[in-house]
């Protein structure tokens, strides 16, 4: 328990310093980008990306991540799990390259031009060749989890983002629009996917071999997994299909912008805690009681991490959005400061899914994700249709008021059993210390104006003073923890 424990600490140093540095260099090259690129060009982007999530989570077919769930697993069978995957993955890209033009024409208004249309199939069809070459390295990434060694996984993602920022930064000085974006995405994500991949082989290689022999469980979990991923995508980008159709691509990238700028920092949080308790709570799947303490232990960590980064974004986006982004981003304030409502609802079910992940119950988290679609679809779009940005960004705040409530009944009741109570105080404590950190700054913003750069600065260094001596007098247990995860006792590691 003692070696779990050290790993647990470990992994979380890595990925926490992973996540941070990445998240800082992914929000400067936003800043950067969104001085030079228009909202147009980031709307392109955002289209692709989009496809290609969905196309990835169909390509995978939930079966890599079944191997940090198995209990055990032969040779033969991750051998053979390999080439399903890749053989998967190949058909999958060949499709998406044969349908683009098809989908580009789909998701752009004709009246917006053929031209547009025809540079997102180029765009879309480029980015085909990512589906291969990502499932290639796929199962070693999910074995160095497994095996809790996230420090390969993190010097990998630092790789990947460094080259995204500095080689897209230097197409888009150069003048290549929005194929700056693609080509840094692409370039970093290939060199970094080569490192996993070349890492894994030093490990193991996958043996010629294909049998199919005692495998169904794990196909019936990665079933389960790929449809709720399938789902699930759906339901967070139902938003961003509808903008596309409805409102057109500059609006896309300014409601795109504003998500990333909330999204971001808070996804950033939770996949570095995720990341880590997956393999820990598969290793104590039997155990109930293990699973309750560690899953409200972690929910409580990520909500008081989270809180005060959404009340920080609201109180500060009318000074850091002009000042960072340029005034043709204005339009994004308003809806920065609804969505990072939204953000925060959201980082509350991450712990969650890396408990069900854990516990093998992918057809519960597949249900789940088919009841909120028929919840979703109708509230965003109805909001889109009728209030424009604003409402889809209200719509969605106003739905996970409800969700969460039946989140709690449906899918975290029936794994760790009734935390009611618990539950309520680990989601509603964290938000009163970020309002009371939040009214103080707010009132510091009014009376003391200055220089838009000094202001921003020392309302973050304040909001962050204030919100450590409220965690110092009230959850100095939870400081502690979080203290030792970032400052480990070398003596004890």
Known sequence: MENLRIQTVRGMRWTGSSQVITGVMQFVQIAVLANILTPT?????????LSMNFISAFADAGVSYAIIQAKEMSDVQRSTLYWVHNGIAWFT???????????????????????????????????AFMIPIAAASTQFRMVFHRNMEFAIVAKQEILTTTLNLLISVGLALAGYGVWSLLIGYMIGNIIGQLWILFAGLRTWQPSIVFDLTGLKPVFRY????????????????IDQILITTLLGMQALGIYNMALNLVIYPIQRINQAVTQVMFPLFAKQQDDVSALRNGYLNLLKTVTLINAPLMVGIMITAPLFIPLLLGDQWTSAIVLTQILAIYSYQKSTGAPAGALLLAVGRTDLGFAWNVLAMVFTLPVIAYSAMVYGLTGIAYGFVILHLFLGVVYYLKVIRPIIGPVGADYAMTLIKPVLYAAMMGFVVRLLDQLFPFDTALQLSLLVVIGIGLYTILLFVLEKPILDRIKDVALPDRTRL
């Open 41 to 49: 060009e980031f709307g392109l982007m955002a289209t692709v990306l």
């Open 93 to 127: 890209a060949i499709v998406f390259f044969l349908v683009a033009p098809h989908l580009a024409a789909m998701l752009i208004e004709p009246e917006l031009g053929s031209d547009l249309i025809s540079q997102l199939t180029t765009l879309l069809r480029v980015s």
């Open 222 to 237: 990665g079933m389960y997994h790929s449809g709720e991923k399938m789902v699930q995508f759906f339901n967070m980008k």
